[in-house]
Nanobody, 125 residues
Framework: QVRIVESGGGSVQAGGSLRLSCVVS????????LAWFRQTPGQEREGVAAIDRHGKTWYADSVKGRFTISQDNLDNTLYLQMNSLKPEDAAMYYC???????????????????WGLGTQVTVSS
């Protein structure tokens, strides 16, 4: 049973920073890609950043240069450092774990089988 728990969300002014954390347990950690997604009401869930077991990363164009995804293999923890936050970054952020088939994008929700309940990020202008 895979368990995913996110934390670190909150409210921040535009230009500020937040660091999200996600603890993933109950699986063979080495097999998985890990990723962050976000969603606002009425919108589709969109990929923000992903990382594979070798440390290769993927980012949505909208967050490149501002967000950094990283992982701590010893603690089974995934992080998302978010800098220079903009009001349009406000959303519910979800952590996901999965094994995308070869050729599937690690920034597409369909590539991931396991999800956390999310942590809310609010950015005021």
């Amino acid at each position: 049973q895979v368990r995913i728990v996110e934390s670190g969300g909150g409210s921040v002014q535009a230009g500020g920073s937040l660091r999200l954390s996600c603890v993933v347990s109950g699986h063979e950690y080495e097999e998985y890609f890990l990723a962050w997604f976000r969603q606002t009401p009425g919108q589709e869930r969109e990929g923000v950043a992903a990382i594979d077991r070798h440390g290769k990363t993927w980012y949505a164009d909208s967050v490149k240069g501002r967000f950094t995804i990283s992982q701590d293999n010893l603690d089974n923890t995934l992080y998302l450092q978010m800098n220079s936050l903009k009001p349009e970054d406000a959303a519910m952020y979800y952590c996901a774990a999965g094994s995308p088939p070869y050729g599937w994008s690690p920034l597409e929700p369909i590539s991931f089988a396991y999800w956390g309940l999310g942590t809310q990020v609010t950015v005021s202008s």
